[in-house]
């Protein structure tokens, strides 16, 4: 099991900044991947940002110039930066992890409101 715990949503305004943090516990050991999808209301759930355990990123085209996955081993914590936000981007982000075997955990999901 890793359970994470996803933290740093809430409403800001269009052109604003956000830090989400996602802080992992349990069996760290076997994490590869980790990253971040959203679902906005009556959409599907989509991958916004990727990182290996390596390094390697990846990112939807959306937030793609705008966004930055990094992670920090030592605290088994991943961050998505996200700038010059837009209303657009409004929706419950989720923060997974993707252990060895391929099975992926996800968080509770944070609320990320973009509005003026």
């Known amino acids: 099991q890793v359970p994470l715990v996803e933290s740093g949503g809430g409403l800001v305004q269009p052109g604003g900044s956000l830090r989400l943090s996602c802080a992992a516990s349990?069996?760290?050991?076997?994490?590869?991947?980790m990253g971040w999808y959203r679902q906005a209301p009556g959409k599907q759930r989509k991958l916004v940002a990727a990182?290996?355990?390596?390094?390697?990123?990846n990112y939807a085209l959306s937030v793609k110039g705008r966004s930055t996955i990094s992670r920090d081993n030592a605290k088994n914590t991943v961050y998505l930066q996200m700038n010059s936000l837009k209303p657009e981007d409004t929706a419950v982000y989720y923060c997974?992890?993707?252990?060895?075997?391929?099975?992926?955990?996800w968080g509770q999901g944070t609320q990320v409101t973009v509005s003026s």
């Open positions: 990182i290996t355990g390596g390094g390697s990123t």
């Open positions: 997974y992890a993707e252990i060895t075997s391929g099975s992926r955990y």
């Open positions: 349990g069996s760290i050991f076997s994490i590869n991947a």
